[in-house]
């Protein structure tokens, strides 16, 4: 088995990653800045540890055996309107959602009823996240919440046989519904690390 790590959105999968059993994808998601070129993102991992570590601990979640990691790619939408946002990340053609691990690292507001909200649900083709980010007054400042999201899949003939055997999840579910950084924030529980 290998692994293949995503980061960009690339046209066409190939044949090296058409011919694994699993794939992790790698996304931020940050309503408040513009996504990066693709470019940029190729060149980030590739020369960036910290991203090949959270690849090899991805691949360790699944138990694949560490050092089979290598390039892939990933297809994130995006439908921004007002306070709302919508993005699907979406694993390469012939693989499903196997499992995940969603880190925010930044809320703001972080408390209040006006706290900003995520929340993400696994789909067939990999995860689907929904934000909102509330307007504020002038002086006041902007407004975000910042999740690195890992997303393994698993290809498509083996899929069920992998969900059978535990080793993955069914899609379908609510992975996370959060508002804030700290406390309960009117009923919703506070953004943090979820795995899946």
């Excluded at 703001?108 to 307007?135: C, H, L, Q």
């Excluded at 992998?162 to 508002?179: H, N």
Aim: aromatic share 6%.
């Amino acid at each position: 088995m290998q692994i293949i790590l995503a980061l960009a959105f690339v046209a066409a999968v190939s044949s090296e990653v058409a011919a694994t059993d699993y794939v992790v994808v790698s996304e931020k998601v940050n309503p408040v800045m513009q996504p990066k070129g693709v470019p940029d993102i190729v060149v980030d991992c590739l020369n960036n540890t910290a991203c090949v570590a959270l690849a090899e601990a991805a691949a360790a979640y699944v138990g694949v055996p560490p050092g089979t990691v290598s390039g892939g790619a990933a297809l994130v939408s995006v439908d921004r309107a007002g306070e709302e946002g919508r993005y699907v990340i979406r694993l390469p053609a012939g693989y499903q959602y196997c499992r995940s691990t969603i880190q925010t690292i930044s809320v703001v507001p972080a408390t209040g009823d006006r706290a900003s909200v995520m929340g993400a649900s696994s789909i067939k083709e990999g995860v689907s996240v929904y934000t909102w980010t509330p307007k504020r007054n002038l002086g006041e400042g902007k407004t975000w919440v910042e999740a690195d999201y890992t997303i393994i899949g698993v290809r498509e003939e083996i899929a069920e046989a992998q969900r059978v055997a535990g080793r993955c999840r069914p899609y379908g579910r609510t992975i996370i519904s959060c508002r804030g950084a700290s406390g309960t924030n009117k009923g919703q529980p506070s953004c943090g690390t979820v795995k899946d």
